[in-house]
């Protein structure tokens, strides 16, 4: 009884969040004018993703009686280049940069260049051995990106990208 009485509920929640049939007629005349009105809002927020135009660099990430760390730990490219995070042992493993010790304009560039983000300039979560994630950095401004593995910060697995 108790999971037919939750199922009538949550179902009368979802029709209620779904909204009437008439209001919907009404707010579709608004909807071009109301996207139109966030478009210019969202652009400047995110930057167009720009391939990769040089080289790709690689970076493990290991996790062993040595430590956590990433391989490379330094690692200096030109503008335009890539970098492949590579799983190889102690996951989970991420790369995440902080927002706060970017300009807001290398924010939004790199924000851009990083697909399937979990997080604000954080990389999806590998689990598995031989995952890896890459990131863009052409279009990024010349400069310093420091770098961390989310669930290792407190073991200091951490890098840092130079862009010429």
Known sequence: MRF???????GAVLMGACGGGEKAAT???AAPAAEAAAAPAAAPAAGAMAPITGTTHEVKMIGDGAGYRFEPAELTIKAGDGVKFTLVSGGPHNVAFDGATLSPEAKTQLMANMPE??????GKMMLNADENYTISFAGVAAGEYNYFCTPHLAMNMKGKITVQ
């Open 4 to 10: 037919l009485g939750f199922a009538v509920v949550a």
């Open 27 to 29: 707010d579709s005349a």
């Open 117 to 122: 983000q979990a997080g604000e300039l954080s």
